[in-house]
């Protein structure tokens, strides 16, 4: 519940405490004096619209007292706000028309706010009753109304919404992946099989460079391989001497010496050693030349396997084995498509997740059908005693568009007076009306709002004398679950309150302001006084105050 509003620089409100009490209390005042106010400063609080002109640089703080479970405190603490002693403060402050929103000492979107606010509190008054003319709303209270097994309907019927929903998309998504997937199947098959006609090789494209350029070149091989071996293992010609036949004559002229100087005998091994490594080297590049292919197709032959290579790795890979790569990927995936998913499978599921849709749909429908009858009856009886008397209010449950709370559309009826053909609530009754209807289902609903602060603006308007009577007495039945904040001029309502808080109005050098305060019993005399007769000092209209019903 609330605790305490605290209100500066609002409208001809300067400054200003208000402190509901736990059950019933009666905000009363002159007219002009500021009662709307209090009003204006709970639905800017909570996230509403702020008319600037009244709102230049105004300040609202609210502290609400909650339980430690309660939703909100989860709310604020995930926005990083605290909460203190099972104590939430929510402010909201105007500096030049600009607003700023906090709640648990952090600042937060105004979304946030509103958020919030549906959870602690709940306004009926003429700016706030158009929610009431929404069908969700309708329904929603209609579904509060339902026992433990309606709830329990309504959780498995949003269960059912969403496997149906889940199930219904994996077959739409199934049948739309088909073409595409038969597509890529294609595509796959085909790159496979391209890729194992030309069957690349790791590393194969720069050996076959390699030899594309020794048979480009091959003339010019064939030549400097030719020099090379005659110059180191000697020519056909005896006489043409060569360079292993020089190392190793040079190793033999110091053969004699070598033993007399151990330098000499390094220098002679040194010197075989060479003439071994050039007749190595002349055998090696005679090997190389002997192997040299001189046939002409094989060029060609390279040049087509390497253009097919390289159209392999434009495609699907850098290098050869980046393709080869990318085949064993590609192979996998073609399995994985050519498996699919079974569409008559799914057909199947989604059929029998749309049956047991259809019957929850339809037991919510029934269930809802008996709720509107009940609760119809009972809020009927309840206007009856609210200024009401020929009103007959009544619960439409109509075919709606399928959604995760069933598909019904709820619209709440009312038919003024016997004969009255019943229209929409939001037409057929006036904002007072509407009020009193709201308070009707508020009293019926008690038990079931988890809302802890109810508050109702002109729920008397137009009414007096034994209606107004039952209006506060109501308003006390309501006060016994929740706490209750009325906006009156009726005597009759506010003698109900167990809290009476008044506006003042006040005016210095030409300025008028306006201040609340809480009444004693010696003070709350003399405002019904003022209620009922117009004058605070008349001394009939302060007996009749005494003896006016008290709950």
């Known amino acids: ?26 905000l009363t005042g002159e007219t002009g004096a500021g ?36 939703r909100v405190v989860h709310t604020v603490s995930v926005a990083g706000g605290l909460c203190d002693d099972g104590e939430i403060v929510l402010s909201r402050s105007a500096n030049k028309g600009r607003l700023r929103a906090f709640a648990g000492g952090r600042m937060v979107p105004v979304s946030l706010l509103a958020q919030i606010g549906e959870d602690l509190i709940t306004v009926h008054g003429q700016a706030t009753q158009q929610r009431l003319r929404g069908p969700a709303a309708q329904r929603s209270a209609l579904d509060r109304f339902g026992p433990v097994a ?4 309504l959780e498995d019927h949003l269960n059912a919404y969403r496997g149906w929903r889940d199930d219904a998309g994996a077959l739409e998504t199934a049948r739309t992946g088909q073409q595409t997937a038969q597509q890529r199947m294609v595509f796959l098959r085909s790159a496979l099989e391209e890729i194992e006609r030309i069957d690349p090789q790791p590393g194969e494209g720069a050996e076959l460079a390699a030899e594309v350029s020794r048979l480009s070149n091959l003339a010019e091989i064939s030549s400097a391989t030719a020099q090379v071996r005659s110059a180191l293992l000697g020519a056909d010609d005896p006489d043409v001497g060569c360079a292993t036949d020089l190392l190793h004559g ?46 002409p197709g094989r060029l060609d032959w390279l040049n087509n396997r390497i253009h097919d290579l390289r159209t392999l790795t434009s495609r699907y890979g850098d290098t050869e084995s980046e393709v080869l790569q990318w085949a064993q ?7 994985g498509l050519e498996q699919g998913s079974d ?28 709720l509107a009858e009940e609760l119809a009856k009972r809020a009927t009886a309840e206007l009856q005693q609210l200024a009401m008397p020929n009103a007959a209010f009544t619960i439409a449950v109509e075919p709606g568009e399928l959604g995760a709370d069933g598909a019904d559309d709820v619209r709440f009826l009312l038919a003024a007076h016997p004969g009255a053909t019943p229209a929409p609530i939001g037409k057929a009754a006036s904002g007072g009306e509407l009020s009193r209807i709201m308070l009707a289902l508020e009293v019926v609903l008690a038990d079931t709002d988890s809302v802890g602060t109810f508050v109702f603006d002109e729920v008397d308007a137009g009414v007096g004398g034994a209606a107004a009577t039952a209006i506060g007495r109501r308003l006390a039945a309501l006060a016994e679950h929740a706490q209750v904040i009325v906006v009156t001029h009726m005597p009759q309502v506010a003698a109900f309150a167990g809290t009476h808080l008044r506006v ?30 117009g004058q605070e000092d008349s001394e009939h209209a302060r007996e009749h105050a005494r003896g006016h019903p008290r709950p």
Request: glycine share 6%; proline share 2%; net charge negative.
């Open 343 to 370: 569409i008559e499978a799914l057909q199947e599921r989604e059929r029998r997740s749309r049956q047991a849709l259809a019957e929850l749909t339809s037991a919510l429908t029934a269930s809802r059908r008996g």
């Open 504 to 533: 003042l109005k006040q005016q210095d050098r030409g300025v008028t302001t306006s201040d609340v305060r809480e009444l004693d019993a010696d003070e709350r005399v003399v405002e019904i006084a003022r209620m009922l007769a």
């Open 250 to 295: 040079a190793a033999r002229e110091l053969v004699g010496v070598a033993a007399a100087d151990p330098e000499l005998a390094r220098l002679h091994e040194r010197l075989l050693a060479c003439a071994e490594e050039a007749a190595d080297i002349g055998r090696e590049v005679a090997a190389y030349a002997d192997g040299l292919n001189d046939d």
């Open 35 to 70: 009662k709307t106010m209090v009003l204006t400063a709970l639905e800017m609080l909570l996230g509403g619209r702020v008319d600037s002109a009244i709102a230049q640089s105004a300040s609202i703080e609210g502290v609400w007292e909650v339980d430690a479970d309660h």
């Open 329 to 335: 990927t590609a192979a996998a995936e073609l399995t």
């Open 150 to 153: 309606h709830q329990a309907l």
């Open 1 to 26: 519940m609330i605790v305490e509003l605290r209100i500066q620089d609002l409208g001809v409100i300067a400054s200003a405490t208000v402190a509901p009490g736990p059950g019933f209390t009666a």
